[in-house]
């Protein structure tokens, strides 16, 4: 089997290249592991807060902003650093409660809380969260103003009293319901999305790398002292896809086991999951072997095999998930095998489909496939045979 | 000219015959740009929430006319758009259309909840892909309901301390004033200047320094090269000073990463991407406090590798896991966690914070401190990079 030593061989070479474990191995899981610890579950808009005292007002107000699910809020200790955070885009806004805000409010004054926004972003939007969050805790508080003035309670006292419940409930409740079928439903892991993104980013782009090895190959004289053995074209050729294959499976098949392992990501049916890279890899596989045979130096093959994976896994949907994407951006987005393969983990993951359900988008993928296998077949006997 | 330009004009004639480094340093960082702001702009307007909300009042009452005109205060602060339906079915249509993100349902009996003390619900039905809207509207209508609380608790809680409990007269008599006290507190909008680069000139500028470390790399590995190929000792025996040599190499990746840098500052200011860098002055003072870094950074690498090859592969790691920490492809981190104090060691993160710094029409000075940050990195990587290399050339 000269076709199978020769694709082992291609094998070896990539995983005895130190350089090539961090890249192919380490970097892809790194990755989906910081995307999803920053964006797994949705983004929550992020507000800011700043305390200027530990006050009784402050601290419930804290309490209430915090328990907001939808917010992600974060605590600062520096006003400063507060607003220098909405200036970076860093949060979306902040509020600034000030020092004193007991004795204001126990005095009967207005307590006056600062609202930071830019005027790009949804910053003064979200003030109206943030407001409704206030406004719970200072509803009391405007109550126990005017009965400690009317009756000359104590300010206190009455605070207690308006926040002991006793009181009849709020007039108006508000009761929010979603309509619709969710893109992202809540059952999506953390880690899916991205899992299913990064897979495709990097199996395409460790098949485009690969074109530099083939390119080698050939300038070192390889492929010649191949073809004078007794070693028909058809199977340098068949060997040389297959190995790119390989490579490509063995990275898939890794990066579904490992993110399994580490962040039960969710990978949906078993052999759907499977059959999509298989034939993703194989797009990959004839697409690195197109460049390896078209380009003379692997120098600028490496340079344009990253513009082309970054290029077409951001086009697919690999960075920015392609149902976000206006319609023609979605149009233009299924030109690539990335965002057809991303089709596919959707049906498997989102919706529990089954291998039957992803029939149409293995069968675009396995066209990919064979088209560009045809064409780097065709490239690559005449880029070998080449004087 | 002194050996060490003449040694950097040389390689320099050599990489730019050499397509690879002018695919490295200007074609890709411009074609990625271009790709990702398309793909990202088209997405999603720079984080800014279009609100579009709708409202069904089937109760038409004052009550439910002062909701109306609450909201009709918030739209006319420019803050999101209110339109009318009639019912709910044409609301919900207006939702799947993508017209509105969200609608409020005012069943009939809120007025007459409101007068005789009881509960009522107000719904909002939202879009199940815009979370952040239904909420930004469920908020409104809270703090709506918490205004007419507030009337309730008020009486509520001065009876209760008020004994013997009070006449049904003075709770009339405070019934009135709670509807015309103010609520206890205000919220005043503090101004914050925009120091973020825009989607466009965000991927100008990421994949302009993402590139630029493995473009210096292309000067920095000459060395290496030349030491493989036999070269060195040729050049070594020439009257020429051993700091010429290290020079010569530095000087031209220093070059290679000017002409790219600028090359993409002037490339992606021009049609279709019309990249908005900050002050002129500021930028090439970013520009060249990184492209020295880079210099330094990756003149380590070469320093401390044994071959051409090892270096580029351990100078693209780095380089790589720079960039992803600096934030070159997504933000990393949150307020100021962990994640976030560590991107303060990638050069990357303080070239797109310098950059950030001068968005939004900032002086040139607003430059200075990201500059000064990368000087440093510079100065520390490339004295150490120096020591390693002329020690190197001694054996």
Redesign the interface.
């Known amino acids: 089997m000269k076709v199978l030593a020769i694709a082992i061989n291609n094998l070896r070479r990539m995983l005895r290249e130190r350089s090539n474990i961090f890249f192919v191995f380490i970097f892809p899981i790194a990755i989906i592991l910081l995307i999803g610890a920053q964006f797994g579950g949705g983004v929550d808009p992020a507000v800011g807060l700043y305390l200027g005292d530990d006050g009784r007002v402050a601290t419930e107000i804290a309490t209430e902003i915090e328990s907001d699910d939808r917010l992600s809020v974060i605590r600062y200790e520096i006003e400063e650093d507060l607003v220098s955070a909405v200036e970076r885009g860093h949060i979306q806004g902040g509020a600034l409660l000030p020092a004193g805000m007991d004795e204001v409010a126990a005095s009967g004054e207005q307590v006056d809380i600062g609202f930071v926004a830019r005027p790009d972003g949804f910053g003064q939007q979200l003030q109206q969260v943030v407001a409704a969050a206030i406004s719970r805790v200072m509803t009391p508080v405007t109550a126990a103003q005017f009965a400690s003035v009317e009756t000359g309670a104590d300010f206190f006292v009455a605070l207690d009293v308006a926040t002991s419940g006793a009181m009849p409930a709020p007039g108006l409740s508000v009761e929010t319901t979603a309509l619709g079928e969710a893109v992202f439903p809540d059952t999506l892991g953390q880690f899916d999305l991205g899992a299913a993104q990064q897979l495709v980013l990097f199996v395409f782009l460790t098949a485009l790398a690969g074109s530099a090895a083939l390119i080698l190959t050939r300038q070192l004289g390889i492929s010649h002292r191949m073809l004078s053995t007794p070693t028909s074209l058809r199977t340098i050729v068949v060997g040389e896809g297959s190995g790119r294959w390989a490579t490509g499976m063995v990275q898939g098949v890794y990066i579904m086991a490992a993110t399994f392992l580490l962040f039960r990501v969710n990978w949906g049916d078993p052999i759907g999951a499977f059959l999509i890279l298989v034939t993703f890899a194989a797009v990959g596989a004839g697409a690195g072997i197109l460049m390896g045979s078209i380009f003379k130096n692997d120098q600028q093959a490496a340079g344009v095999a990253v513009v082309l994976s970054i290029g077409l896994a951001a086009l697919g949907g690999s960075m920015i998930p392609a149902e976000l994407f206006s319609p023609t951006m979605q149009n233009v987005a299924h030109l690539t095998p990335h965002a057809w393969a991303l089709d596919g983990f959707a049906e498997l993951v989102r919706r529990g489909g089954t291998t039957a359900d992803i029939l149409p988008e293995l069968g675009v993928l396995s066209a990919y496939a064979l088209v560009l296998m045809l064409l780097s077949a065709w490239r690559l006997r005449i880029a070998i045979t080449r004087p | 000219m002194s050996a060490a330009t003449r040694i950097a004009a040389k390689d320099l004639r050599l990489r730019l015959r ?3 480094a002018i ?2 340093g200007i ?2 960082p411009l ?2 740009a271009l ?2 702001s ?3 702009g ?3 307007d ?4 279009d ?1 579009h909300y709708g409202i069904v009042d089937l109760d038409q009452t004052e009550i439910s006319e002062a909701f109306s005109g609450a909201l009709g205060e ?1 739209e006319s602060q420019g ?2 758009t209110v339109t009318e339906f009639s019912d709910a079915t044409s609301a ?1 249509t207006a ?2 259309e993508g017209e509105i993100r969200a609608y409020y349902l005012i069943e009939p009996g ?1 007025g007459e ?2 007068f005789s ?13 815009a ?2 809207s ?17 009337g ?3 009486v ?3 009876a ?3 004994s013997p409990p009070p006449a049904l007269e003075q709770v009339g008599i ?1 019934a009135g ?2 509807g015309q ?10 101004s ?5 680069l825009d989607q466009t000139t965000y991927f100008a500028a990421s994949m302009a320094v993402f590139f630029l470390f493995f473009t210096v790399q292309f000067g920095v590995l000459g060395l290496l090269e030349e030491e493989r190929d036999g070269t060195l000792p040729r050049l070594l025996a020439a009257p020429i000073g051993r700091t010429s040599v290290v020079s010569g190499k530095a000087i031209l990746a220093f070059a290679l990463g000017m002409i790219s840098m600028t090359v993409l500052v002037v490339a992606t200011s021009l049609p279709p991407m019309q990249a908005t860098w900050g002050a002129p002055l500021g930028v090439l003072l970013l520009v060249v406090a990184c492209v020295l870094a880079a210099v330094a950074i990756m003149g380590l690498v070469a320093s401390i590798a044994k071959t051409p090859e090892g270096a580029g ?2 100078g ?2 780095i380089a ?1 896991t720079l960039g ?1 920490l600096g934030g070159v ?9 962990f ?2 104090k560590l991107t303060l060691l990638s050069p990357h993160a303080w070239f797109m ?1 310098g950059m ?1 710094d001068l968005a939004g029409g900032a002086e040139w000075t607003a430059g200075l401190p990201a500059a000064g940050v990368m000087l440093a990195f510079a100065l520390v990587f490339g004295s150490i990079a120096l020591v390693f290399l002329r020690r190197r050339l001694w054996q």
């Open positions: 050499d397509r690879s695919i490295i074609i890709a074609a990625l790709i990702l398309t793909v990202f088209g997405a999603f720079a984080g800014s929430l609100l918030i803050i999101l919900e939702i799947e809120l909840a409101v003390q009881q509960n009522f619900t107000v719904e909002v039905i939202g879009d199940i892909d979370p952040t239904a909420q930004i509207a469920t908020s409104i209508a809270e703090q709506f309901g918490q205004g007419i609380s507030t309730q608790l008020s509520g809680t001065a209760v301390l008020t405070w004033k709670a006290a103010d609520q206890s507190f205000t919220m005043t909008d503090v914050a200047e925009t120091r973020q592969n351990l693209s790691i790589v992803l492809f997504f933000p990393l981190g949150q307020g100021d966690d994640l976030s914070r950030g």
